[in-house]
């Protein structure tokens, strides 16, 4: 390359970086004053103190995975405001700012890709969307990341940086904590796939309380702010003062809630020394998933049929007839429950029943009947299906 080549590169580099922010930053640690071009080959390690400062989630998605192998899950799944959730602005209102901010749907990335030739399952949260806070669309996009994992044997490599649960979301937020670690017991207990908790800083919060200390092994970065409660809380509320270095991915390696502490720049080759290793564990075991575990219809779908049966199932009587409803449920779903429409003599086309004789009621009481063991058989399938 000339050197009238390389001075244009060089100054196309810096207008790109002009646009997004300016050539400069200060490291919140020590001050200094770092060029953010070097300080990004760096991997956002101050030179000065060696601090690790804040990456978004598509930078460390490039330090991790192989160049051209990343494929993205969910990239278009948002949010919604369920509360109608309003402080100085609405909800909705925040997460268009952060979208527009970060190029991002959400506070979460997640995916499939290569590290140094391996497939791995991959969650990158990003603190740069509203704190890293998750809501239902994080928990929903990492609980699919986890069932992916589980049905491909992947290994699962999750990186944590939050503030917690979303508040705009309220208990939808919270819920999340025990759906994730749901598909987590199945990925880790019943598949006995390997699951890499990397805690980044921040990591807190809900976070912190579920997934984030799930991992089978557990790395974070240096100096890493991991907790649940804030510092103040938990000082005003023990009356004591806590150690200054509490809180810290020290401290917790100290007191054992911590399997290593690994350096930015180190972090995909120790990651990859370690699957290596776990490839080819003696001891490795395969797992066997629960029979059905993907077969199971999702939440919505269960409850549309639910509702049908309250509400569309109901006998229709009069002083002359007595006629079976019209059933509106496809015959797919009755396949996923493996129900035998044989024995329901059942089809999505309304029954036809030759209407009884006015005066016989002999004959209402025998649809009378048709109908209850109808029912009968239908609730049955379900009763097995979902072992109530």
């Known amino acids: 390359m000339s050197i009238l080549s390389w001075i244009d590169s060089e100054n196309a580099e810096n207008a790109k970086l002009l646009e997004e922010g300016g050539l400069w930053t200060r490291c919140y640690h020590c001050g200094a004053v770092l060029y953010i071009k070097h300080l990004k080959e760096n991997h956002h390690v101050c030179f000065a103190c060696h601090s690790h400062l804040q990456m978004t989630s598509r930078e460390r998605l490039q330090s991790l995975i192989d160049p051209g192998t990343w494929q993205p899950f969910d990239e278009t799944l948002s949010a919604v405001d369920p509360l109608n959730f309003y402080d100085q602005k609405s909800y909705i209102s925040r997460l268009k700012d952060a979208q527009h901010q970060t190029g991002l749907q959400d506070s979460v990335l997640t995916g499939t890709g290569l590290l140094e030739g391996i497939p791995i399952a991959l969650g990158i949260m ?3 969307f509203m704190g890293g806070s998750m809501g239902s669309v994080v ?11 589980t049905r491909e044997g992947l290994l699962l490599i999750i990186v944590c940086a939050s503030g917690g649960a979303r508040m705009h979301e309220g208990i939808l937020s919270l819920m999340q904590m025990a759906k994730i670690s749901a598909a987590l017991n199945v990925y880790q207990n019943h598949a006995h796939l390997m699951y890499i908790a990397v805690l980044t800083s921040p990591t807190t919060g809900g976070v912190t309380a579920s997934f984030a200390m799930l991992g089978d092994l ?11 409660a804030g510092r103040r809380v938990i000082e005003q509320t023990l009356q004591e003062k806590l150690p200054e270095n509490f809180q810290t991915a020290e401290y917790l390696l100290e007191h ?5 502490i690994i350096s930015r720049e180190f972090l995909k080759p120790a990651i990859y020394e370690i699957i290596y290793f776990y490839k080819e564990a003696p001891l490795k075991t395969k797992g066997i998933i629960p029979k059905n575990f993907f077969q199971s219809l999702n939440l919505l779908t269960e409850e549309k049929i639910r509702r049908q049966f309250n509400n569309k199932i109901q006998l229709k009587t009069g002083l002359d007839s007595i006629n079976f409803p019209e059933l509106t449920i496809s015959q797919n779903i009755f396949k996923k429950l493996n129900l035998n429409l044989s024995l329901l003599n059942f089809s999505e086309k309304k029954t036809d029943v030759a209407e009884p004789q006015r005066g016989d009621p002999n004959e209402k009481e025998l649809q009378l009947k048709k109908l209850a063991d109808f029912n009968k058989k239908i609730f049955k399938s379900f009763n097995q299906f979902y072992n109530f």
Do not use: C, H, S, V
């Open 126 to 128: 990003d603190f740069n």
């Open 139 to 149: 928990g929903e996009k990492l609980t699919r990341l986890i069932e992916y994992a």
């Open 218 to 228: 557990i790395i974070a970065e240096p100096n890493a702010l991991i907790g649940f």
């Open 256 to 260: 054992g809630l911590l399997d290593l």
